[in-house]
């Protein structure tokens, strides 16, 4: 990850998500305050990084995963929501507008090396660079995750999750939903072992659906992968 200032970027929305979490299970003004910094650090994100505008899929999964009642998941979100707001709207008045320029960089990647690369190849191509950028711990935790995580959209389901399943199941969804929607947008057709980052931590949580023994020689197979390509494949950025 260190080769990349998306890594930097990635740092940026886990230090968001950690202080929204926090958020979520303080009380008073301990609580606005973890929220308004977690608003601050997502808010940020965006001016770091056009795609991490999907990260509000992530902010809505940590409020899922908290296990509070709703006005303390409704304040949590709402001042986080406000001081995100603030930021972006800090810097257009600064004169950036994240709205006007967004329109812009859509023209002018489809003007760009994107012309030549054709989107029913790079959506599928996407996923499986980003697996290998992963490694092979990925697809198989994601897997072992999906009917449990999709168990906890029922009340019977949440009631029988053990607590980690339903803290980790929210985060792993929206992980999953921000890189589906990076993907059908059109505007990550390639390097998305890079700008795909930020999204990544999230994904890896479906590891902990996997036998204690996959994990063993997971983590030295992960190693192993990650260094091989890191010798022998030649990124341009």
Avoid at 2 to 13: L, N, Q
Avoid at 100 to 107: G, I, M, S
Avoid at 191 to 198: A, D, K, Q
């Amino acid at each position: 990850m260190a080769v990349s200032a998306d890594a930097v970027f990635a740092a940026t929305v886990a230090w968001g998500a950690a202080a929204l979490a926090a958020a979520t299970a303080a009380t008073g003004v301990r609580r606005g305050a973890l929220a308004v910094v977690a608003g601050l650090l997502l808010g940020w994100a965006v001016m770091e990084s056009y795609g991490l505008v999907l990260a509000g899929l992530l902010a809505v999964g940590v409020l899922l995963a908290a296990r509070v009642p709703g006005r303390a998941r409704a304040v949590a979100g709402a001042l986080c929501a406000g001081a995100a707001l603030a930021v972006v709207l800090g810097v257009a008045a600064a004169g950036f507008a994240w709205w006007e320029a967004f329109p812009v960089l859509h023209d002018r990647y489809r003007a760009g090396l994107a012309s030549s690369r054709p989107a029913g190849y790079w959506v599928v191509g996407n996923l499986g660079a980003f697996v290998l950028a992963a490694g092979l711990l990925l697809p198989a935790g994601v897997g072992a995750a999906a009917a449990p995580v999709w168990r906890l959209t029922t009340r019977a389901g949440r009631a029988a999750a053990a607590p980690w399943e339903r803290a980790a199941g929210p985060l792993l969804a929206a992980g999953g939903a921000m890189v589906l929607l990076a993907d059908v947008s059109l505007l990550s057709k390639a390097e998305v072992e890079r700008i795909w980052l930020p999204f990544l931590p999230w994904l890896m949580l479906g590891v902990l659906w996997l036998p204690p023994r996959w994990r063993r020689w997971g983590l030295p197979a992960q190693a192993v992968l990650g260094l091989l390509l890191a010798h022998t494949v030649d990124t341009v950025w």
